[in-house]
C-alpha cells in the first residue's frame, strides 16, 4: 500500500488495514464534495462576475434544491456512522476485544513507559515478573492485551504503525489491544502533552516471530532470577 | 395586527455638539462604537503577539535545535544561547492557543463586531446598557495584561497547553510551572466576566432596542449570528469559569477536584472543559458566517439565498453543540459506547454546517459579483471552511481518530476553520465596516495584495500539516527530529516553517494598510458598498447615538437587486415606492 | 448626565421586544448564565460523589442539618419579606418598602451570619476542604475519620459560592435601602427593587437545591 502523495505509517496492526481503508473511504467522499463545491465556487465567481449591463437575478431560493441537499447530506454522514461503529467497537469496546493472547502492564510516568511482563507464568504478581523500559517486546499474531496505567499525568500510549492511541490516565486502568501482523521495531509515542519531557517520552516496539519471543521471555526471567540471587 | 404610526416626533438630537472631554469619549467611553474599536485595536494586538508566538515555534519544528536569530533577548532561563528549552516551548503552545482563542479571535468576533454593529444594524442608539459595555472592555483588558504578564514571573507562564489538562495544569510538580498556571486561570475567570457582560448586553439590546418594522426575519444575519453567539457565550462560558475556580482550588488551597488521589478526577476537567469548548468552537465561527453571508450578498448584489435555513441553520448548531462535546476525548479513556455516542450527534452536526456552504454557493449562482477585498476574503472564507469541515469528518470518524487525534492533523483542521474560517472572516469584517468605523476607505491595492499573499501561505504552511498529522506527527511536540518515523517528514516541517514566516511577514501588509488608511485614506462615503442595511443609513462614521432620525425598517436585509429598485440595492429603510399595490402595513416584530 | 437623556431612544414604546424593560430582561438573561454556572458545580458534586461515594458520610454525621435547616428558613422568610417590599411599592406604600427591604438586609445577613458559625464549628471539627487538613470527626464524638477530603472540597465550594452570591445580594440589598430612604423609588418606577427581587429569589431557589443535596441526600 505504497502511496507517495498519502505519508500513512506502515501498517501492522490487524485492525489497521480496516482503519486505513475507512480512510480512504472518508477521502473519497470528502474529496468528492471538496471538488463539487469548490469548482462550482471558482465556476460561479466566473460566470457571474459583474458585467456591463447584467443585472443579478433576484431569488431568494429554491426550497426543494435545500431539501435536496439537506438530505444528501443526512445520508453520507448517517452512512459514514453505520461504517464506523463496528470497526469503533471492534477496537475500543472491552467486551468485544479477542480472546487470549499476551497480557501486559504498562504504566506511564513522566517520562518513560514501563513495561511489565507476567513471565514465564503468564500470571502477573508473581515472582518471575520483569520489567522493561521504553521497550515493549511482542509477539507477531498474537493479541496483545494491555491495562494502562499513569503514575503522574496524563499520557497518551501511541502506536502509530499499528494505528492505535489510548490515553493513560492516573487513577484508571484502561484496557486496550492489538495484534502485530509483521515482525520488525516500530514506534511507541506520547501523543498528550505531559510536561518538559514529553517530546522525548519515545520507546521501541520490538515485535518477534512467536518462536523468538517465547525464547526472549525465557532469557529474561532467567536474568531476572539471577538478579534475584545475586 | 396593528399598524405602526411613524414616529413624527422623532427629531434630530442635538447630536452634533459632543461635548464630553476626551477621556469619557475615548478612553471611558460608553459608546458602543468606540468600545468596539478598542475591542478591535486590543485584539489586534493580541493577534500579533498570537502570531509572533507562533512564528518562534515554527523555528524550532524547522530546524530543531539551531539557535533562534536573535534569540538571545528571551534570556537563559527560555533560550540558553538562544535555543529554546521544551518549558519555554511548552508555553509558547499554550499561550499561542490561549491568546488566539480568547483574546484575539473571540473578542475580533464578538467584542469587535457584536459592539459595533448590533446597534447599529438594528437601528439603536446604543447598546441596552452602555456602562455595563465600557465595564465589559475594561475587564478584558487587565485579563489580557495578566496573561501577558505571566512570561515574566519565575517558572515561565502557563505550560499544559491551551485545554490545560489537569493533573499537568494542576500541580506545579509535574509542569514545572507554578504561578504562570494560577495566572492563567485567573485571567480567564476575568475574562469570563468580560464577556458574560457583553453577552447581557448582546441579548438585550437585540431583543428590547430593534428599530420599528425591524422583525426577527429582517435582522441582517450577522445580528443573527452575533445573537446565537451570545447566548452560547452566556451559557457555556460559566461552565468554564466553575471549572477554572476548581482547578485553580487544586492548584492552590490542596484540594483534589482533578487528582486522582483521594478519588478526584482528572476525566472531570476535560468533561468540563469540552462541555464549555465545543459550543466555545462555535462561538468563533458564527459571528464569522454571519459577515460572510452580509458580505456575499452585497458582493454579489444577489439576495441570500436562504435565508431561513441560514437562520435555522445556526439555530441548529446552537442546539447540537451542547451534545457533541465528548468528540474531543474519544481517546480519553471515556467509555467507548458515550465515543459512538458522541460520534453520530457529531456527524449530525455537520449536517448544518454543510447546509450553510451550499447556500452560500446558491447565493453567489446567478449573481453579478464585485471582487472588492471584503468579498475576496469572504469567498476565501468560503473555500476554506469547506476544507475544514470535511477534515472534521475525518477525526469525527472514531476508528479514523484513533491515529489522528492529537496530531498535526487536529492542528490542521482547527487552522481552517479558525485561520481560514473566522480569520478571512475577520480580515472581509475589518475592511467591508472598516469605512464606517473609521470614515476612510482602505486601501485596496494593498488589501489584495495582502488578500492573495495571505490565501497562499496560509494555505502552504496548513495544508501540509494534513499530512505531517497523517504521519503521525503528534501535536504540542518540541523536537519531531527525536521520533524515527517522523524522520523522513522533516523537510515538510522545514517547508511549512519557512511558509509560515512568509504568511507572518504578510500580515505586515495588513497592519500598514490599517494604520495608513485610518490617517490617509479616501474620505468614505454613507454607504461605500451600495449596501441595504440600516449601519449605511447613518454617516460615516456615526455620531454619538447613531442616527439623526430613528430608521423605519420595510424590507428584509437582502432585497439586492430587486425590481422594486432601479438601482441594484434597496436599503431597509426607504420608504416602498409609490405603487399602484396598497401600501404594506408594518406589523410590530415579534408577533 | 444630560447627554444619556438626550439619547434615549425616540421611540420608547415597548416596540419590537418582548415588552419587558431592558433591566428586567438583562437581569433574567444574566440569571440563565448564573443557572449554568450552578449546574456546572452541581454536576461536577454529583459525578465526583457517584465515582466515591465512600468519600462522602451519611448525612447529619458531619454537617449539622438542623441548624442549616433552620437558616434555609431564615433564607425562605427573606424571599418572604422580599416579594413583600415588593407588593409595597407596588401600592405606594413608601414605609412599607423600607421596612421590608431592611427585613430581607437583616436576614439576608443573619443567614451569613449562620453561615458563618457553621463553618468555624466544622473547620475545628477537622471539615476542610484541604486534602492534606481534612480529618473530619464528625458531630457524633469518636475519634474515626468520616469520609474524604472531596467532601470538605465540594462542601466548602457548593456552599461557598452560594455564600458569596448571598453577599453579593447583600450589599446590592443595603444598597437598595439606601435609595429606598432616598425616595428613589416610586409606584411608576420601581424596576430597581423588581430586579433586586428576582437576584434574591433565584438565591434562596438555588440554596434549596444545594440544602437538599448537599445536606440531606
Ligand atoms: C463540520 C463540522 C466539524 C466537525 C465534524 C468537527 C469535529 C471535530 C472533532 C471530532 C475534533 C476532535 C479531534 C481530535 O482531537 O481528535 C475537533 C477538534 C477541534 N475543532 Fe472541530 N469540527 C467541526 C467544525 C469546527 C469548527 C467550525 C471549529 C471552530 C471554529 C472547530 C474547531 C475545533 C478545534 C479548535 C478543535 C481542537 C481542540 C483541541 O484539541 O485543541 N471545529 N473537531
Ligand atoms: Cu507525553
Ligand atoms: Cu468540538
Redesign the pocket.
Known amino acids: 500500500m505504497e502511496r507517495w502523495w498519502m505519508p500513512l505509517p506502515e501498517d501492522v496492526s490487524t485492525f489497521g488495514p480496516r482503519i486505513d481503508s475507512l480512510f480512504f473511504t472518508i477521502l473519497w467522499i470528502t474529496g468528492i464534495v471538496f471538488v463539487l463545491v469548490e469548482v462550482l465556487l471558482v465556476y460561479y465567481i466566473v460566470k457571474y462576475r459583474a458585467r456591463e449591463g447584467r443585472r443579478a437575478i433576484f431569488s431568494h431560493g429554491n426550497t426543494r434544491l435545500e431539501i435536496i441537499w439537506t438530505t444528501a447530506t443526512f445520508a453520507i454522514v448517517f452512512f459514514l456512522g453505520l461504517a464506523s461503529q463496528p470497526l469503533w467497537y471492534a477496537v475500543k469496546e472491552p467486551a468485544r476485544f479477542p480472546r487470549g493472547g499476551l497480557e501486559l502492564n504498562v504504566t506511564a510516568k513522566q517520562f518513560e513507559w514501563h513495561v511489565t511482563y507476567p513471565g514465564l507464568d503468564g500470571r502477573f504478581g508473581t515472582a518471575d515478573d520483569f520489567e522493561k523500559r521504553n521497550e515493549l517486546d511482542i509477539p507477531v499474531g498474537v493479541p496483545v492485551h494491555i491495562t494502562l496505567r499513569a503514575e503522574d499525568v496524563i499520557h497518551s500510549f501511541f502506536l502509530p504503525q499499528f494505528r492505535l492511541k489510548q490515553d493513560a490516565v492516573p487513577g484508571m486502568e484502561i484496557p486496550a489491544w492489538f495484534q502485530a501482523t509483521k515482525t520488525g521495531e516500530f514506534v511507541l509515542g506520547c501523543a498528550e502533552l505531559c510536561g518538559l519531557g514529553h517530546y522525548r517520552m519515545r520507546g521501541r516496539v520490538i515485535v518477534q516471530s512467536q518462536e523468538d519471543f517465547q525464547r526472549w521471555v525465557q532469557q529474561q526471567t532467567q536474568v531476572r532470577t539471577a538478579d534475584a540471587a545475586r | 395586527m396593528s399598524t405602526i404610526a411613524l414616529p413624527h416626533e422623532a427629531q434630530a438630537h442635538a447630536l452634533h455638539h459632543d461635548d464630553r472631554s476626551f477621556v469619557r469619549k475615548y478612553i471611558f467611553s460608553t459608546d458602543h462604537k468606540i468600545i468596539g474599536i478598542q475591542f478591535l485595536f486590543m485584539s489586534l494586538f493580541f493577534l500579533l503577539v498570537g502570531g509572533l508566538l507562533a512564528m518562534t515555534m515554527r523555528w524550532q519544528l524547522g530546524w530543531p535545535g539551531r539557535p533562534i536569530p536573535g534569540g538571545a533577548i528571551l534570556g537563559d532561563a527560555k533560550a540558553p544561547g538562544g535555543v529554546m528549552l521544551p518549558e519555554f516551548y511548552n508555553a509558547l503552545v499554550t499561550m499561542h492557543?490561549t491568546f488566539m482563542i480568547f483574546f484575539a479571535i473571540m473578542p475580533l468576533l464578538v467584542g469587535v463586531f457584536a459592539n459595533y454593529l448590533i446597534p447599529l444594524q438594528i437601528g439603536a442608539p446604543d447598546m441596552a446598557f452602555p456602562r455595563l459595555n465600557m465595564a465589559s472592555f475594561w475587564t478584558a483588558v487587565p485579563a489580557g495584561l495578566m496573561m501577558l504578564a505571566s512570561f515574566l514571573v519565575a517558572g515561565g507562564s502557563a505550560g499544559a497547553g491551551?485545554?490545560s489538562y489537569a493533573p499537568l495544569s494542576a500541580v506545579p510538580e509535574y509542569s514545572g510551572v507554578h504561578t504562570g498556571q494560577q495566572l492563567w486561570c485567573l485571567s480567564l475567570i476575568i475574562l469570563g466576566f468580560s464577556s458574560l457582560m457583553g453577552a447581557v448586553n448582546y441579548i438585550t439590546t437585540v431583543i428590547n432596542m430593534r428599530a420599528p418594522g425591524m422583525t426577527w426575519f429582517r435582522l441582517p444575519l450577522p445580528v443573527w449570528a452575533l445573537f446565537i453567539t451570545a447566548i452560547l457565550i452566556l451559557l457555556a462560558i460559566p461552565i468554564l469559569t466553575g471549572a477554572l475556580i476548581l482547578l485553580y482550588f487544586d492548584q492552590t488551597i490542596g484540594t483534589t477536584f482533578f487528582l486522582p488521589a483521594n478519588g478526584g478526577q482528572p476525566l472531570l476537567w476535560q468533561h468540563m472543559f469540552w462541555f464549555f469548548?465545543h459550543p466555545e468552537?462555535?462561538i468563533?465561527?458564527l459571528p464569522a458566517m454571519g459577515f460572510v453571508s452580509e458580505i456575499l450578498a452585497n458582493g454579489a448584489r444577489k439576495p441570500i439565498f436562504g435565508y431561513p435555513a441560514m437562520v435555522g441553520a445556526m439555530i441548529a448548531i446552537a442546539f447540537l453543540g451542547w451534545i457533541v462535546w465528548g468528540?474531543?476525548m474519544?481517546m480519553s479513556g471515556m467509555n467507548p459506547v458515550l465515543g459512538g455516542y458522541f460520534m453520530v450527534s457529531?456527524l449530525v452536526?455537520?449536517v448544518p454546517?454543510a447546509i450553510k456552504t451550499f447556500n452560500w454557493l446558491g447565493t453567489l449562482w446567478g449573481g453579478s459579483i464585485r471582487f472588492h477585498v471584503p468579498m475576496l476574503n469572504a469567498l476565501a472564507f468560503v473555500s476554506m471552511f469547506v476544507i475544514?469541515?470535511l477534515s472534521?469528518?475525518f477525526?469525527?470518524a472514531t476508528p479514523v481518530?484513533i491515529p489522528?487525534?492529537?496530531t498535526y492533523f487536529?492542528v490542521a483542521?482547527?487552522h481552517y476553520?479558525?485561520f481560514g474560517?473566522?480569520l478571512f472572516g475577520i480580515f472581509a469584517a475589518i475592511t467591508y465596516w472598516f469605512p464606517k468605523m473609521f470614515g476612510r476607505m482602505m486601501n485596496e491595492t494593498l488589501g489584495k495584495i495582502h488578500f492573495f499573499l495571505t490565501f497562499i501561505f496560509f494555505n502552504l504552511t496548513f495544508f501540509p500539516m494534513h499530512l505531517l498529522g497523517i504521519a503521525g506527527m503528534m501535536r504540542r511536540l518540541y523536537d519531531p527530529t527525536q521520533y524515527p518515523h517522523l524522520q523522513p517528514v522533516q523537510p515538510m516541517n522545514e517547508f511549512v516553517s519557512v511558509n509560515a514566516f512568509l504568511l507572518g511577514a504578510t500580515q505586515l501588509i495588513f497592519v500598514f494598510n490599517f494604520l495608513w488608511s485610518l490617517f490617509k485614506g479616501r474620505k468614505a462615503e454613507t454607504n461605500p458598498w451600495h449596501a441595504n442595511t440600516l449601519e449605511w443609513a447613518a454617516p460615516s462614521p456615526p455620531p454619538h447615538g447613531n442616527f439623526e432620525v430613528t430608521p423605519i425598517v420595510y424590507r428584509g436585509p437582502y432585497e439586492y437587486s430587486s425590481p422594486d429598485s432601479p438601482v441594484d440595492y434597496l436599503p431597509q429603510d426607504r420608504p416602498p415606492l409609490e405603487r399602484p399595490s396598497p401600501a404594506p402595513t408594518l406589523a410590530p416584530a415579534g408577533n | 448626565m444630560s447627554q444619556a437623556a438626550a439619547l434615549t431612544y425616540p421611540d420608547r414604546r415597548p416596540m419590537p421586544g418582548m415588552g419587558v424593560y431592558n433591566m428586567k430582561l438583562g437581569m433574567w438573561v444574566f440569571l440563565l448564565s448564573e443557572v449554568m454556572f450552578f449546574s456546572g458545580l452541581i454536576g461536577s458534586y454529583v459525578i465526583l460523589r457517584f465515582a466515591h461515594p465512600t468519600a462522602y458520610p451519611p448525612p447529619g454525621t458531619v454537617l449539622n442539618v438542623p441548624l442549616t435547616a433552620f437558616n434555609t428558613f431564615v433564607l425562605i422568610c427573606s424571599s418572604v419579606s422580599m416579594v413583600k417590599a415588593f407588593a409595597a411599592i407596588e401600592a405606594g406604600d413608601q414605609k412599607g418598602l423600607r421596612t421590608f427591604l431592611l427585613a430581607t438586609t437583616a436576614l439576608g445577613i443573619l443567614f451569613l451570619s449562620i453561615q458563618g458559625v457553621e463553618y468555624t464549628k466544622l473547620a475545628s471539627e477537622g471539615m476542610l476542604p484541604m486534602a492534606s487538613l481534612y480529618h473530619a470527626v464528625g458531630r457524633h464524638g469518636g475519634t474515626a475519620v468520616l469520609g474524604g477530603p472531596l467532601y470538605g472540597a465540594t462542601f466548602y465550594t457548593l456552599t461557598g459560592f452560594h455564600g458569596a452570591h448571598v453577599t453579593i445580594g447583600v450589599l446590592c440589598l443595603i444598597f437598595t435601602s439606601i435609595r429606598a430612604f432616598r425616595g428613589r423609588y416610586t409606584q411608576e418606577n420601581h424596576g430597581g427593587i423588581e430586579i433586586m427581587g428576582l437576584y434574591w429569589h433565584f438565591v434562596d431557589l438555588v440554596w434549596i437545591i444545594l440544602f437538599t443535596i448537599v445536606y440531606l441526600i
Open positions: 492557543g491551551w485545554t469548548g468552537v462555535y468563533l465561527i468528540h474531543h474519544f457529531t452536526i455537520a454546517s475544514g469541515g472534521g469528518m477525526v469525527a481518530d489522528l487525534h492529537d487536529v483542521h482547527i476553520v479558525l474560517g473566522s
